[in-house]
């Protein structure tokens, strides 16, 4: 069986490295196109479909489970990121804030659901497109509303003394247009990355204390294996709150885009 | 005579002294979010967005320093 080969916890030499990253294509001759990785991607998007179109296929007014968990997750988003870092207006963007906060979290989970536990994201490109979107939408949205001009002046000059100008405008460019789409995808794609890799780090560190020649060593594997049963929670909080941080950063990116004043 | 040997990257260390910033940093934060809920309850579910946004921002130091780690190889 190809795939069950794929998806087999990979044999390999103790300290973990980047090649972890790298598993072979699901079929021969396939490679950047069908890995686990675009395979996960594609299931994410169908599971995120099916879902929300079954949920909401007979909406109740005592909610179901599948509807219930679709109305909180689409409540949350509404209430607590769109409303409260935009305001009014934000719930126009609740729709596209549930999308991408259900994408996240279920690739991201990936990384700790067992046979599949690694994530899409702790490869950079995923987060880079994500991220990609959510710059050119905020861009877009203070350009369309307050045109080119205008929108630059609101971002790149805050009020203040002429003459620190000059050294506020190249910070402020720097800040909102280069570094805000690169930590974006950064710190969703190290934190997906390092929580890999510490997993790995202890279930393979594991198994070399246990295959190490000093019998004192041997019990010290299921320490080991514990740390790793005790990180795989600590991945679990990671994941919510990155997925939740990318949205509120999102959203907080528009409402500054969107703001009158700086 | 050789007596020890270390081998390995020296990055790691170079990340652990990266770390020590952020760790501080996300600290304060906390530490902020906890004393001005203990002053003012009401103000918890106001400033909870501002305290993720801060720890991302300060966080982000930290796995910069992870990313790097294994570009400047």
């Excluded at chain 1, 044999?11 to 001759?29: C, I, M, Q, T, Y």
């Excluded at chain 1, 675009?38 to 079954?54: C, R």
């Amino acid at each position: 069986m190809v795939i069950s080969q794929a998806f087999a916890v990979p044999r390999s030499d103790f300290p973990p490295s980047v090649k972890e990253f790298f598993p072979p294509a699901l079929v021969d001759g396939a490679y950047p196109w069908l890995t686990k990785f675009t395979l996960l991607a594609w299931l994410a998007v169908g599971v995120i479909i099916v879902f929300y179109l079954v949920a909401y296929r007979d909406p109740k007014i005592v909610p179901g489970k599948a509807q219930w968990i679709a109305e909180s997750l689409y409540g949350f988003t509404r209430e607590n990121i769109a409303k409260e870092m935009i305001g009014h207006e934000g719930v126009k963007f609740a729709p596209y804030f549930t999308t991408l906060f259900s994408f996240l979290l279920l690739t991201n989970l990936f990384g700790i659901i067992p046979f599949i536990q690694i994530s899409p994201n702790s490869h950079i490109a995923f987060p880079v497109m994500l991220a990609v979107i959510s710059y050119v939408m905020f861009n877009y949205l203070g350009i369309r509303r307050y045109g080119f001009v205008k929108y630059m002046k609101n971002s790149l000059i805050p009020p203040a003394p002429w003459f620190i100008l000059p050294l506020l405008i190249p910070i402020e460019f720097f800040s909102t247009f280069i570094v805000r789409p690169v930590t974006l995808s950064l710190r969703l794609f190290a934190n997906m990355f390092a929580g890999h890799m510490i997993l790995l780090v202890f279930t393979l560190g594991g198994f070399a204390l246990l295959g190490a020649d000093a019998w004192f060593l041997k019990p010290v594997s299921v320490v080991s294996w514990l740390m790793a049963v005790a990180l795989t929670f600590l991945e679990a909080l990671v994941i919510v709150l990155q997925s939740y941080v990318f949205v509120v950063l999102t959203s907080s990116y528009i409402s500054g885009a969107l703001a009158e004043e700086h | 005579m050789l007596l020890a040997e270390v081998n390995g990257s020296l990055s790691a260390i170079g990340y652990g002294l990266a770390a020590i910033g952020p760790g501080i940093g996300v600290g304060i934060i906390f530490a902020a979010y906890i004393q001005s809920t203990a002053r003012q309850p009401e103000s918890g579910r106001i400033t909870l967005p501002y305290v993720w946004i801060g720890f991302a921002v300060v966080e982000a130091l930290a796995l910069l320093g992870i990313a790097f780690g294994f570009v400047f190889k």
